[in-house]
């Protein structure tokens, strides 16, 4: 079959491409920008790249007219913008319009679990893109699911962050609320399976493991699993403005999904049917299975996809990839150049190894304060860390960093800050090699914005002194395995 693929470069997405083409299909992703599949999304054999804005109808003309089906796995949970349940219809509209001039037979979503009444504002906006796409000529299927459990999700993310880091947790009352989780293979196995199937047209499938637990029973669970000593005390006094808040704080989440996740924990999220096995007969995951296979994936330090890869203000805003050249005009910048001797793919291994576990090779301690103070005004912080240990590619979440380029063959790395600034700020290493001579360059740019923009960098500037060059040097000497 053919298959358009809409949100290839997410959590979802990224795991379901290979999925499809191990399957025999054809696939065509449908991305914003091109720059934003990894690396190894863009080598599957098989795939095609097509770009288009959802927002904007007239740039979708790229998809194929003979597709045979379309996934749609796109939201905006992290979006900070007030508007964003305009945009997602938008985003709908714009997808089912561009759909039906082609000869697509099905639209698959997966949304999340909505059956009660009083839903919270993410809930209604999903139910909302739902009857949207429902609405179009081509049939429908949609997956609904409660929490996903994999390596890299979101709601794993910050309940290993929670039991990890709290021996005794002061929590508010939704971690009574039941839940139906469900393993991130299970969730591919009923995409793969409900695709060309003649039983799923115009069906609605609630999807979700074998085990109905409370939040709280899925933290003493996680616990156990770990074997862990851990005690909860639930109180009634902590508002979801709060407790978005202390998960920001806690978590590696930030507060608009923190806010996003809190919200929607009132609402009970179980199966009320199981239609879905008829159709897609598979025996899922329990919750304890799900968390073992998770962790083998962050053992092996071979996490596919990763919420983090998210940008930090939505899918709906990805013009940081235009930042490929750093600006120039109106920017202040603080710039080291070392010259070095040792091998240049030993260097280039420790800066494609910076940030997370490794950390920034020079006063860790200072920049994990800074990530801190960026969690208490309400910014990502330095909890996301880094997907994997050695492999980093353009639009990876990199603790409060965003990538922008990752050349590899030219020897250049260039972040873009993800933490509250006055300003906007970019961090770029670069090796070069002239005349037989090699040097490090390492250039930090900012942008400020208006005085304080300004007050705030001479501020940081005995800071950039010491911090700057001491992560340089020890950027080509530390020793590092290849």
Known sequence: MRILLKGANGYIGTRLLPVLQAAG????????????????????????????????????????????????????????????????????????????????KQIIYLTGIVNDEELSEHLTSRLSVENILKSSKIAHTCLRAAIIIGSGSASFEMIRDLTEKLPIMVAPKWLRTRCQPIAIRDVLTYLEGVLGNEKALNQTFDIGGPNILTYKEMLLGFAKARKLKRYIITVPVLTPRLSSYWLNLVTSVNYNIASSLVESMKNEVICKEDFIKEVVPHQCFTYEDALKLAFVKIEQNSIVSSWRDALNRGYLQTNFMDQVKVPQNGTLSYKVKRNFTRNSKEVLVNIWSIGGDRGWYYLDWLWNLRGLIDQLVGGVGTRRGRRSGNKIYAGD??????????????????????????????????????????????????????????????????FHLFIFNGMARNLINYQNRI
């Open 25 to 104: 299909h054809d696939v065509f992703c449908l991305v914003r920008d091109k720059r934003r599949l990894k690396e190894e999304q863009e080598n599957q054999p098989q795939g095609h790249i097509i770009t288009g804005d959802l927002l904007k109808e007239e740039s979708l003309s790229q998809i194929p007219k003979d597709i045979d089906a379309a996934f749609y796995l796109v939201h905006s949970m992290g979006n900070a913008n007030g508007n964003f349940k305009e945009l997602e219809e938008l985003s709908a509209h714009n997808f089912i319009q561009a759909l039906e001039k082609t000869n697509c």
């Open 397 to 462: 979440a990199l603790d409060f960093w965003r990538v922008i380029l990752a050349d590899k063959k030219n020897k250049r790395l260039l972040l873009y800050a993800e933490m509250k600034l006055p300003g906007e700020a970019w961090l770029e290493f670069k090796i070069i090699e002239r005349k037989g001579t090699k040097f490090l360059s390492q250039v930090a740019t900012f942008r400020p914005n208006g005085l304080w923009g300004r007050l705030y960098w001479w501020l940081m500037w005995p």
